[in-house]
């Protein structure tokens, strides 16, 4: 059974980091294109970065441009987000998903979903 899992999540404070990794079980991720996207309470979820199967191409969402970098290991079947200079605003559920195709901002594309992971920004 095809599987995503995120881990990494939790509460940091302004101006602190978090490594976000994302595993993949029952298919080979190196496959795939890999998105990062995130969803607030109340808020629809929005792209937050995304990396080609190859991980020589990235994309970046303007508020995660300079901040967050995506990354992959594809003999390890694992994707990361690495996050910098945390907000508060950047306090979410941040999702991991897998897509057979190019890399791709909008989340219809995605065949492969993890349950997510929630980080908190807050002093």
């Known amino acids: 059974q095809e599987k995503l899992v995120e881990s990494g999540g939790g509460l940091v404070q302004p101006g602190g980091s978090l490594r976000l990794s994302c595993a993949a079980s029952?298919?080979?991720?190196?496959?795939?294109?890999i998105g990062w996207f995130r969803q607030a309470p109340g808020e629809e979820r929005e792209f937050v970065a995304a990396?080609?199967?190859?991980?020589?191409?990235?994309y970046y969402a303007p508020f995660a441009r300079g901040r967050f970098t995506i990354s992959r290991d594809n003999d390890k079947n694992m994707a990361f987000l690495q996050m910098y200079e945390l907000k508060p605003e950047d306090t979410a559920v941040y999702y991991c998903a897998a897509h057979d195709g190019g890399a791709t901002m909008n989340d219809a594309d995605y065949e492969y979903w993890g349950q997510g992971t929630q980080v908190t920004v807050s002093s």
């Open positions: 990396i080609t199967w190859s991980g020589f191409t990235t």
């Open positions: 029952g298919f080979i991720l190196d496959d795939y294109s």
